[in-house]
């Protein structure tokens, strides 16, 4: 069965009126397929809402296009391009290496021999390599020697290889540097060769991969460099590889590991003497430019390798002590690059159409929908964004970009054993997550492992993101999660007449209060999980100059994100870093020593650990999560206080609240947030609904919130597997509801918005985006509130 | 470790009405739990199943808790109109396969299908902790953390 002929991407999220948007499109196979801009109202298929709705756009792109297949080559690699200097009779190639897969599964998708530090091609030249069977092999054209032991997974060693064109003598030396009792001895292997290296001319000197082939191919330019196919992707880390021009002793390999020392004097850099290092073509030092794309080398030719799509560094080297954790602080022991054979930054794809977007054009969520006549379908949404100062209305909505890149063409479901335990019933996959099943080349999300297992903390939008998509039901809910979830907030703004604009997380994050302040109102998605600080910091600044905020969903403000400012040249927001510390619910674990970002240097992990509780925020923190079923919520006495009564207007005490919906079937479900003063929610935070003591067993504390592993810590027993509907003043007349359910916007809908739900949150959407600050709170409530200590003795007296 | 009971005995029998009576119960409702629904389709009352029957809430943990290779799943081949059970290859890079040819018109009777498919297909004692398995000392277990 096939899957998803057509996909596309375009090169924003946001787009301004007056700016042109282009669309990249792969449509693998239908001769053609037509385009067209629609506005994104609704995108759930559940019947018992109100159905898919989107209304079509004229403009100026909609049109017929022919189909042309476009590839993505992902997999990172570093290379320089063809040099003389490379082009050598006699060399010795070294490195270290931390191999991740050195034998895979004959139906891996990449199952075969891996490059190490290469300058071969179709049976000429000269590298290093992993063979099939795991080993460690040295080429000279076709000839090959290897060491005929397998390289152990996840350990150093040590790989070096020399080849004398006089007398045809190949030297590989493969060195564990952990032995232990039970390994057999790896001697050196030497065998005899003939001829000398031949070379395929515009063969790239190429580290962690090979040069495959040259290829004039339309669909080729997509590769770096243009038309140079890259295979034998590596995976694994590489650490200070070193090409030099002659067959060095074992001697002078061990002197070359310190590596070239530029500018020898009699008072620095002993190092290679100076008859040694006439020796270097190049000497790459990873551990220089970690926040870069370059590997930057330090030999006299300054062979800078370009690295291609984003490998993960900031990662521990072969000399790394355990004393230094950020690699700011010591970048000699962080010279290493954690290579993957699914990595990818860029799709590269030729542009298919463009629009450029007409001034006048409302604020909304918009998609490129391009179909087949043979019925296939996909979406490419975007966001029309006003400029600062331009804005067309007092409310926002503030589109979870990073979030949805965190979450981007995520692969749980189909990798992950312990999904079906996550989501306490069998996971549902659709067409997405089939062509992906396939299409590896797609990247992965920050929920999933590379193929090679390890964590993947990087994300790139500028590739096809397949669960960003209208009529996509996630497994996590068996619903829509993310983008068709908060089309549920999108449907009900536009049922109920509301005028809105839409903002992206990248905007906050870089214009900062500009972009905010001018709305009366901030509203969120269901799911904003992933921010970087700037983000926060403009939130922040906003609600205290009075500033309304209404936080519809939970599990936000959770990870540490931050752009990487390498492709700041590219535009806004083109690859997001998350990494998974101590602590937090995480699909995998960050390394020790690997803490940090490598694009911004920050500590990454939960904002928690870097003393930003999530309940300071918007008044309330992820507690618990469960994905089975959702349940409802009741009003608590604190919902009658006069502060907050008015949310109430039209709601009885006793009702309902939310016992229906199109997430879980409930409007309190999947990730929770609760009121906790001891993590930060403001002390004179009201608590007015609550959905405590109705969850199932699927649902479970948080780790972060416990530091013993016992029972009592599911939804039918424990109390904090809750979910608090809150609401805070903040200064200035500005206020803060948080609605604390990811689930919660699934019940707008229902009934075509004529609902309970609806009518709370139409109560606090219309008090938040009146102009002026909202009404004082009454003179009574100005008391002082502690923490722990909450009900202090005063306020017990004047009662 | 409470096995999982062959699918002729009495306990099997009574936990697989129990666990039809579930899933029924949840057609309607975006999501699903081995609960029962008081209403079909509305959870606000929700009773029975693995909450009421540990046995049954045993053995489905248990199979829950496999390793992705060969695990059955839901594909959803039409969008909320047919969805079929495949199988997981354990590989990347391999998509999972059909594994029967039954197309369903609603996304909850696969659950039940595969909880049949299971009580079939694995041994009375699949994974009990007391078997030693040497694939115990690289997290090769069966039984699956996230």
């Not at chain 1, 993505?72 to 063809?82: E, K, L, P, T």
């Not at chain 1, 089939?434 to 990247?443: I, K, N, Q």
């Not at chain 1, 016992?659 to 409930?666: D, S, T």
């Not at chain 2, 115990?136 to 277990?141: L, N």
């Amino acid at each position: 069965m096939s899957w998803m002929k057509i996909t596309g991407y375009a090169d924003k999220f946001g787009v301004h009126p007056g700016d042109t948007i282009k669309f990249f499109v792969n449509c693998d196979g239908p001769s053609e397929y037509q385009a067209e801009i629609v506005k994104m109202i609704h995108g759930d298929t559940n019947p018992r809402g109100p159905g898919f709705m989107e209304e079509p756009i004229a403009a100026s792109c909609n049109a017929t296009y022919k189909g042309v297949k476009q590839e993505i080559y992902s997999g990172s690699y570093g290379f320089v391009a063809d040099k003389p200097q490379f082009q050598l009779e006699s060399v010795t190639l070294q490195c270290w290496i931390w191999p991740t897969t050195p034998k895979t599964h004959p139906k891996y998708w990449k199952h075969g021999a891996q490059g190490l530090v290469t300058k071969w091609c179709d049976g000429k030249g000269y590298g290093l390599f992993l063979n099939e069977d795991g080993c460690v092999e040295f080429r000279v054209n076709d000839q090959v020697i290897t060491t005929a032991a397998p390289v152990r997974d996840h350990a150093w060693h040590f790989i070096a290889a020399s080849f004398n064109a006089a007398t045809g003598e190949a030297t590989l030396y493969h060195e564990p540097q952990v032995v232990y009792a039970l390994d057999p001895e790896i001697p050196p292997v030497i065998k005899k060769l003939s001829g000398k290296p031949a070379y395929v001319p515009g063969t790239p000197t190429v580290i962690a991969g090979f040069c495959g082939s040259i290829t004039g191919a339309p669909e080729a330019k997509a590769s770096v460099p243009p038309g140079v196919l890259i295979k034998g992707h590596y995976n694994g880390k590489i650490d200070s590889p070193r090409i030099c021009n002659r067959a060095l002793s074992r001697l002078e390999i061990e002197t070359m590991k310190m590596g070239a020392q530029p500018g020898l004097s009699e008072r620095r850099n002993s190092g290679p003497s100076g008859k040694l290092s006439e020796a270097i073509v190049a000497s790459w030092d990873f551990g220089d430019g970690i926040n870069t794309l370059i590997g930057k080398d330090t030999g006299p030719y300054l062979f800078n390798a370009t690295i291609v799509n984003c490998p993960t560094r900031a990662m521990t080297g072969y000399n790394w002590e355990g004393q230094i954790f950020d690699w700011k602080n010591a970048p000699q022991q962080y010279g290493a690059i954690h290579f993957h054979d699914d990595d990818i930054d860029d799709a590269r794809w030729s542009t298919s159409f463009e629009w450029t977007v007409p001034h006048g054009t409302s604020s909304k969520f918009y998609a490129a929908k391009l179909t087949t006549k043979d019925g296939d379908e996909d979406y490419i949404p975007f966001w029309v964004v006003p400029h600062v100062g331009e804005e067309t209305a007092k409310i926002a909505f503030m589109v979870p970009t990073i979030s949805y890149m965190a979450y981007a063409n995520e692969h749980l479901a189909n990798n992950a054993g312990g999904a079906e335990l996550l989501v306490y019933r069998v996971p549902i996959m659709q067409q997405q997550n089939m062509f992906l099943s396939e299409h590896r080349e797609y990247g992965g999300s920050i929920y999933d492992t590379h193929t090679d297992g390890s964590g993947l903390c990087l994300s790139s939008r500028l590739r096809p993101i397949l669960s960003i998509r209208p009529k996509y039901d996630h497994f996590l809910a068996q619903a829509p999660w993310q983008y068709p979830a908060d089309l549920h907030m999108i449907y009900w703004l536009e049922k109920m007449g509301y005028n809105y604009d839409v903002i992206t997380d990248e905007d906050v994050t870089y214009d900062g209060l500009a972009r905010l302040e001018n709305y009366n109102v901030i509203i969120t998605g269901s799911h904003p999980e992933h921010n970087s600080g700037p983000q926060l910091d403009a939130i922040h600044n906003y609600m205290q100059r009075g500033g309304r905020f209404m936080y519809m969903g939970a599990d936000g403000w959770y990870w540490v994100h931050s752009y990487h400012p390498a492709y700041d040249g590219k535009g806004r927001g083109i690859v997001t870093e998350m990494r998974r510390c101590e602590s937090g619910i995480r699909t995998w674990r960050a390394d020790p020593g690997e803490y940090y970002h490598q694009g911004t240097g920050e500590l990454g992990g939960m904002w928690r650990f870097r003393g930003r509780y999530l309940h300071t925020i918007a008044g309330t923190g992820m507690s618990s999560e469960g994905f089975d079923i959702s349940t409802y919520y009741s009003r608590t006495p604190e919902s009658n206080d006069a502060r907050v009564a008015w949310a109430f207007e039209g709601i009885t005490y006793d009702e309902k609240l939310g016992n229906f919906g199109l997430v879980g079937g409930g409007a309190a479900g999947t990730e929770l947030d609760i009121v906790d003063t001891m993590l930060g929610s403001p002390p004179h935070t009201l608590v007015v609904a609550t959905s405590a003591g109705r969850h199932t067993e699927g649902y479970l504390l948080v780790m972060e919130d416990y530091g013993f592993n016992q029972q009592g810590l599911d939804g039918t027993q424990h109390p904090r597997v809750r979910s608090d509907i809150a609401y805070h003043e903040t200064p200035n007349g500005g206020a803060s509801f948080a609605f604390s359910s990811i689930a919660f916007c699934g019940a707008l809908p229902w009934n075509n918005g004529d609902n309970n739900i609806s009518k709370l949150v139409g109560n606090v959407l219309n008090r938040f985006m009146a102009d002026g600050p909202l009404p004082a709170p009454p003179v009574e409530a100005i008391v002082h509130r502690g923490r722990a200590d909450y009900d202090q003795p005063m306020n017990k007296a004047r009662k | 470790m409470i096995p999982i009971p062959r699918k002729s005995t009495p306990d099997a029998q009574r936990m697989i009405d129990e666990h039809k009576e579930c899933i029924d119960s949840m057609k309607g409702v975006a999501g699903n739990s081995v609960l029962k629904c008081a209403t079909p389709g509305d959870t606000t009352i929700v009773t029975g199943g693995i909450h009421e029957d540990l046995q049954l809430n045993r053995v489905l943990l248990r199979m829950r808790a496999m390793p992705a290779k060969g695990k059955l799943v839901v594909i959803c081949t039409k969008v909320e109109k047919e969805w079929r059970i495949a199988r997981l290859s354990g590989i990347r890079g391999v998509p999972p396969e059909f594994v029967t040819d039954k197309v369903y018109d609603n996304e909850q009777d696969p659950q039940h299908d595969i909880f049949l498919m299971r009580l079939d297909e694995m041994p009375e004692n699949d994974g009990f902790p007391e078997h030693f398995r040497e694939g115990w000392k690289r997290r090769d277990d069966k039984w699956t953390v996230t």
